[in-house]
């Protein structure tokens, strides 16, 4: 892949995004349909009431239209291409279900819990089954375990979306960690040649650079769970794809501590009665803790692009 590629590969889905999404939220504000806010939550998060969500739709549709024009160009349109096209669009789709819900209804609370999960489950093993008809390994490096592995996929889709969508919640923050994410396996990807899921990655880190000028502090629109959940969903079906299921451990060190935190602290408080944090997920302890959104979001980003830079340089150590 050169560089002329990947210039035009960055500036089709940034444009694409960055041109529309103008107009999105104007269409949103017209129609007075903005994210319902948690009373529980920070009471400074009260002003974000209103707030247009659903950005997601915009970047998502910028990623898919880009992946399929250039892999269309250039011959690599292939079934691992689709794979992933469907994981984002479909986990894009149920966030967008539960987006709606919330809107439309003027509440926070959008799919009743075990509704969402069995939507990403029947997702997650139909990738599984499109995972096993290419031929992909089921197993890890020359250990082979079946099924067992199919499970695993299901458990990684799944826990993976939901921990994006639980680190959600500040202005910008999902958004500044994913450009870094899927760069991240970009490189990989390249390293690799597969370059199918290198136009991919590259095109929704295009689409996410489009975006974020519009929702980095004050955020004049939100991603909503349809773009966490697509997004969360996709750095995992890539992660598999490329074999390095668990790079996304160290490269989602965020994902997976928000995820953490949340666990710790329903944990705590059912088996003692008592907090771990001042309130989950974590990016809420220090907000609670006197850290501006900006401060959290500038850590938070450090923390996610050190943990990329530390993973690539132990791929490169191990390869050579």
């Known amino acids: 892949m050169n560089i002329i590629i990947i210039i035009l590969i960055l500036i089709s889905s940034f444009v694409i995004t960055f041109g529309l999404m103008p107009f999105l939220i104007r269409y949103f504000r017209a129609k007075k ?28 549709l910028a990623a898919v239209i880009t992946t399929l024009w250039v892999s269309a160009w250039q011959g690599w349109l292939t079934n691992t291409m689709w794979a992933l096209l469907f994981t ?10 539960d987006d709606s819900i919330k809107i439309f209804q003027h509440q926070n609370e959008g799919f009743k819990p075990w509704q969402k999960a069995l939507a990403q489950i029947v997702v997650a093993l139909i990738f599984t089954v499109i995972y096993q008809h290419e031929g992909f390994q089921m197993g890890f490096g020359n250990w082979q375990f079946g099924w067992l592995y199919g499970l695993f996929i299901v458990f990684w ?25 899927f760069l991240t396996y ?41 773009g966490s959940l697509a997004l969360g969903g996709a750095l995992a079906a890539v992660a598999l794809i490329l074999h390095h299921e668990f790079s996304l451990l160290l490269i989602g060190i965020i994902y997976v501590v928000e995820t953490a935190s949340v666990i710790l602290q329903v944990g705590s408080f059912r088996l003692t009665g008592k907090r771990i944090f001042k309130m989950s997920p974590i990016h809420h302890h220090f907000e609670m803790s006197g850290w501006s959104e900006w401060k959290v979001d500038y850590v938070f980003w450090i923390v996610g692009a050190v943990a990329s830079l530390i993973s690539l340089g132990l791929l490169w150590l191990i390869n050579h």
Request: hydrophobic share 50%; with cysteine; glycine share 14%.
């Open 157 to 181: 889709l799944v826990g993976f979306s939901n921990a994006v969508n639980l680190t959600d919640g500040l202005d910008g923050l999902v958004s500044g960690l994913a450009i870094i994410s």
């Open 88 to 97: 984002l669009v479909m986990y894009g789709l149920i966030g967008m279900w």
């Open 186 to 226: 970009f490189l990989i990807a390249l390293y690799q040649h597969q370059y199918d899921v290198a136009i991919f990655c590259l095109s929704i880190v295009g689409a996410l650079v489009g975006f974020f000028p519009f929702n980095h502090k004050p955020a004049k629109i939100f991603m909503g769970d349809m």
């Open 33 to 60: 349909e903005g994210q319902q806010i948690r009373e529980i939550g920070p009471k400074w998060h009260a002003s974000k009431a209103g707030t247009p969500t659903m950005g997601g739709l915009l970047f998502i």
